[in-house]
């Protein structure tokens, strides 16, 4: 984790905050050599949740068809 102290951070805060934004590293940010605050990447959240599974599901085959044939259902 980085280091900063809040003067520093002060001068240097839009800098920071698209740093922080593009790496995802947290950064420390420091008062007389203590720990005041953090400055951390705000977590982005899905609008749904197909979203949310963007990269974690994968379809096979064709997603209209049936899970199970037709050949196996039972007649009621």
């Known amino acids: 984790m980085k280091q900063i102290s809040a003067a520093e951070f ?3 805060c839009l800098a920071l905050m698209d740093d922080v934004s593009t790496t995802g590293e947290t950064i420390l940010i420091t008062k007389r050599g203590k720990a005041v605050a953090q400055l951390a ?32 259902w039972k007649q009621g």
């Open 41 to 72: 990447p705000a977590k982005q959240r899905c609008r749904n949740i197909l979203g949310s599974l963007r990269g974690k599901v994968k379809v096979k085959g064709k997603i209209t068809d049936p899970a199970i044939p037709p050949e196996d």
């Open 10 to 12: 002060k001068a240097r």
